[in-house]
């Protein structure tokens, strides 16, 4: 198991360029099986989860390389398989994406039920549900889930509960259906605009990302090839601000829209962060001790996103002050509470509400990372406390952040990696 080990108590300044985001890549690199040739991605972030959707692809029967500039260039025109690999598709969560994809350039999809981080039950009863409101029959058999889809027709659709993926898995099955779907109530995160620019890119006609209802004009698409620069990645970005905010540090970050890290940057600012926002660009100068920040409440874009509530959880624990965290969208999103606590962390839980006592400092420990988002929590964490804090899990923290370690040592942490501890 690989290990992140920090010491804490130094301030983090500089300046450091945010990645590309992991949750537009993912559902772009399966919505590249729509194309029935050549695509080039600038700013693909190298991460596990991203690795693991280019093995699915692989095993369908693409091919990609890197090339020097970066850019991941994929061929897509060998790609002739429906049915996804079962081993991988199981790691992470993102496989269920393409299933719609699937659908709109073969048919057919045959998936299992799909892993990823244990943060809740994470069904996917609205992907399923949207799918077949296009007309695709589906049924299960040993495990598996077999969708059938040769004739599909565009649906007025309404979601019970704006999810991201259903949002996403539906948009790129629909490009296929004859005629226009809708999809009402649909998540309005910002990966869900790099979604729709990319299909569009690919002669697609998709509008409305971004809002909560989506048009899609189905009846097929043209481009044979397409281009596209995956957005910055909001979480990052909010992840290397936290960092630098519990040091008390100062930072600048460049390659951020800052309008998708606004709930973010309000909170910082309620913890008595100064910030400076320019084109693509934020600066963030910390007091030495954050102020209190009274509540965090998860919501979907653009309210409190749930990826960051780890990292707001670690601030809290040593900021002045109480806060109440309300994690409103997965049930089971608090396996960072007790290793901070063995930190020194003072909380108390009941359900989906946490309320945190912030003290002095954390004294470093061994702690585990349980899900992605917690694992990046803890390192942040172990930025501040006194002495050394080692992180294991690191594997998990690779699934959404670019050598995390690396990235926070261009900033001035003390941290390194182990790989097997
Ligand atoms: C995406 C993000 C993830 C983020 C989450 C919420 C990607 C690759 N991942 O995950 O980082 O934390 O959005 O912003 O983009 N739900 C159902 N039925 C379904 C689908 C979802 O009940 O069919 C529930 C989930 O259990 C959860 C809630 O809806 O409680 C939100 O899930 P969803 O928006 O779908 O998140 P993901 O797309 O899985």
């Excluded at 400092?361 to 917690?374: E, M």
Aim: proline letters at 4%; charged letters at 20%.
């Amino acid at each position: 198991m690989a290990a992140f080990i920090v010491e804490g108590g130094y301030r983090l300044t500089g300046e450091q360029r945010v990645s590309g985001a992991k949750n537009a890549a993912l559902p772009i690199l399966a919505a590249c099986l729509i194309c029935p040739g050549q695509v080039r991605l600038y700013d693909c972030p190298k991460l596990r989860d991203v690795e693991n959707m280019l093995a699915i692809l692989t095993a369908l029967g693409a091919s990609w390389r890197q090339d020097e500039d970066g850019a991941l260039f994929l061929d897509m025109s060998t790609a002739t398989g429906h049915t996804m690999p079962q081993r991988i598709s199981k790691e992470i969560r993102s496989s269920i994406f393409m299933l719609g994809p699937l659908l709109a350039r073969f048919g057919r999809a045959v998936c299992t039920y799909p892993g990823g981080c244990e943060i809740g039950n994470r069904p996917i009863d609205l992907h399923l549900s949207g799918l077949s409101a296009l007309g695709v029959r589906i049924r299960e058999e040993s495990g598996l889930i077999l969708c059938e889809g040769d004739a599909m027709r565009g649906a007025d659709i309404h979601l019970d509960y704006p999810s991201v993926g259903a949002t996403e898995n539906i948009m790129m099955a629909a490009v296929a259906a004859s005629g226009v779907t809708y999809i009402r109530n649909a998540a309005r995160e910002p990966e869900t605009e790099d979604l729709q620019a990319f299909l569009n890119v690919l002669g697609c006609d998709v509008s409305g990302a971004g809002t909560s209802n989506i048009r899609i004009a189905g009846g097929g698409w043209r481009a044979r090839s397409a281009v596209h620069s995956i957005m910055p990645d909001r979480i990052v970005a909010g992840t290397l601000l936290c960092a630098a905010a519990i040091t008390g540090g100062e930072v600048r970050l460049s390659n951020v829209v800052p309008q998708h890290v606004g709930s973010t940057l309000s909170k910082l600012r309620e913890g008595g962060c100064a910030i400076d926002c320019g084109e693509g660009m934020v600066r963030l100068s910390a007091p030495p001790r954050l102020s209190e920040i009274k509540l965090i409440e998860t919501l979907p874009y653009p309210g409190f996103p749930t990826d960051m509530q780890a990292p707001f959880f670690a601030l809290a624990t040593v900021a002045e002050g109480t806060c109440v965290v309300v994690e409103n969208v997965f049930e089971n999103r608090f396996k960072h509470g007790p290793e901070l606590m063995r930190m020194g962390a003072v909380y108390t839980q009941k359900d989906r509400t946490a309320v945190i006592r912030g003290v002095e400092n954390l004294t470093g420990t061994q702690v585990t990372a349980r899900d992605l988002r917690g694992g990046a929590a803890l390192t942040i964490a172990g930025l501040k406390a006194r002495g050394v804090t080692t992180v294991y899990g690191a594997e998990l923290i690779d699934r959404g952040y670019e050598a995390l370690d690396a990235q926070l040592r261009a900033l001035g942490a003390h941290i390194t990696r182990e790989e097997s501890l």
